[in-house]
DNA sequence: ATGGTGGGCAGCCCA
């Protein structure tokens, strides 16, 4: 069994003992990080390496930023959408073994109508472009990452409060739709789960202590890799800990013997 | 109640 993550760690500088106790804790040979929010410089090769795990990051001062820790050996990594200048450093995509692994932070979007709304839109339109080219040359592709859009409304606490807001917009879901019309099947929902299962939660007002919610962190496989997925949780545990991230980790396991890995 | 909390970097921007 090969297991992924991804988790928004908000900072890995201030995440790093956290993410070391959790890999540690839950096995995990893959995890892709967003909001790394760290320059290239200053990416913590030691610290990472000693968690027994190689890297690749593209990542900015302050903001955004994305990076991919494995166990095992990494090829072929390109970062961010080719043919798209993005100064936002937002994608990461690597072959780990049979599997073709994307990382993305999708763009909030503020609000809708904004001008980050009408960027994340613009933005969304490049990455299933991207997400095309990646399935005409791998069968099995894992797009993972931080989508800051709910797909359905059984993704949110309250619907009817947020309903038409960003990360549940109609337009958002469309975008959404768009990456699964291409085979891509949302993991966790090929699963039984628990009722009111969210991945990220407001720091404000007790949000998390309440359950005011959204599943927004998603792990979605093409038609080639998702029947070998044995098993996707959210793992609510690290956004109970003292100073943590918003966002809770998500993890699949793939059992990839069928594919001689 | 257009607030509230947290990260980053220097009085705000972003989520």
């Known amino acids: 069994m090969l297991s992924f993550a991804t988790w ?11 993410l070391g106790l959790w890999l540690g804790a839950n ?14 410089e200053d990416f913590p090769h030691a610290e990472i390496e000693a968690l027994g795990y190689r890297a690749v990051f593209s990542g900015q001062r302050t903001y955004n930023g994305v990076a991919i820790l494995s166990r095992l050996p990494l090829q072929a990594t390109v970062a961010g959408l080719p043919g798209y200048e993005d100064p936002q450093r937002r994608v990461i995509a690597t072959t780990v073994g049979a599997i ?6 999708v763009p909030n979007g503020q609000s809708v109508g904004s001008d980050k709304y009408a960027y994340k839109l ?11 080219q990646q399935l005409s040359e791998h069968e099995r592709v894992l ?9 359905q409304d059984r ?11 960003v990360l549940v917009s109609e337009a958002e879901r469309a975008a959404f739709g768009r990456l699964t019309d291409h085979g891509m099947s949302d993991l966790f929902r090929r699963f039984e789960q628990p009722g009111e299962s969210f991945s990220w939660w407001d720091y404000r007002q007790g949000a998390y202590r309440r ?4 599943r927004i962190d998603l792990m979605l496989a093409s038609p080639g890799l998702a029947p070998l997925c044995r098993y996707c949780r959210i793992d609510r545990e690290p956004r109970t ?4 991230s918003d966002h809770a980790p998500c993890t699949a396991g793939f059992d990839l013997s069928c594919v001689g890995a």
């Open 8 to 18: 928004n760690v908000n900072s890995l500088r201030v995440r790093l003992a956290q």
């Open 27 to 40: 096995a995990i040979d893959v995890v892709a990080l967003q909001e790394t929010k760290l320059s290239d």
């Open 100 to 105: 073709r692994l994307i990382n993305v932070y």
């Open 122 to 132: 613009a933005w969304l339109v490049q990455l299933e472009r991207f997400l095309a």
């Open 143 to 151: 797009m993972v990452g931080d989508f800051n859009i709910a797909p």
């Open 155 to 165: 993704d949110v606490h309250d619907p009817a409060s947020w309903q038409g807001s």
């Open 211 to 214: 359950n005011r919610g959204l």
């Open 241 to 244: 800990w003292e100073r943590p």
